[in-house]
């Protein structure tokens, strides 16, 4: 069925270095990739996605790549700050004709950012 | 914050009890979604409603029953839960446009259900 694997589990990162969580997909179909933020007590919060008809896009410090024939795609952050401290989710959606977008999400990415 | 709430935040409940979980979404959407997040694991997703209509039931057992009675509500009906039941219930809403395009889900604030 389809799958989403999300690495790493845990990510500790110093303030000001870059982060990078990756996911891979298995439904080749799969054409919408959003990436959810949930701080602890919070509900996940979508920080950037992407489309299958484009290899990147950026929104200030933070970049989502897809490579659509490896059928994986991550999420890069810059400049990292301790508020960027939380748990990151990837998703992959595919959506045919009379049915609602079905969202698979990864594990989960535990991100601490150590000032 | 507030396009998306739900009620209540937190319900503890016996494995007898019947209780509901209810979710409200201020943004015109015309689909919702009902999701399990247990520790160390994905979120799930549960359920599907598009335009009032149950388009996904994703293996749930029927002691979860779900109920869309519009666009803006629904509901969680839970009846003789098991301790691993226990979670976080996260509804979400989205606005379903068109064949081929998955459009962005708001997740609501979520219920943590305890189940004894």
């Known amino acids: 069925g389809e799958n989403v694997e999300q690495h790493p589990s845990t990510l500790s990162v110093q303030e000001g270095d870059s982060a990078v969580i990756k996911c891979t997909y298995s439904d080749s179909a799969s054409n919408y990739f959003p990436w959810y933020k949930q701080e602890l007590g919070k509900r996940p919060q979508l920080i950037i996605d992407?489309?299958?008809?484009?290899g990147e896009k950026k929104d200030q410090r933070i970049a989502v790549t897809l490579n659509k024939t490896a059928k994986h795609f991550s999420l890069h952050i810059t400049e990292t700050q301790p508020e960027d401290s939380a748990v990151y989710f990837c998703?992959?959606?595919?959506?045919?004709?009379?049915?609602?977008?079905?969202?698979?999400f990864g594990q989960g990415t535990t991100l601490q950012v150590k000032p | 914050e507030t396009g998306v709430t739900q009620t209540p935040r937190h319900l503890v409940m016996g494995m007898t009890n019947k209780k509901s979980l209810k979710c409200e979404q201020h943004l015109g959407h015309n689909a919702m979604y009902w999701y399990k997040q247990s520790a160390k694991k994905p979120l799930e997703l549960m359920f599907v409603?598009?335009?009032?209509?149950?388009?996904e039931n994703n293996s749930v057992p029927s002691r979860f029953s779900p109920e869309c009675p519009n666009s803006s509500h629904l509901f969680l009906h839970l009846h003789t839960l098991q301790p691993e039941d226990s979670a976080l219930y996260l509804c979400a809403s989205s606005q379903d446009r068109s064949a081929g395009y998955t459009d962005t889900q708001y997740f609501g604030p979520g219920t943590r259900l305890t189940v004894l």
């Open positions: 992407i489309r299958s008809n484009v």
């Open positions: 409603y598009n335009f009032k209509e149950q388009t």
């Open positions: 998703a992959a959606s595919r959506r045919g004709s009379g049915n609602t977008g079905k969202l698979i």
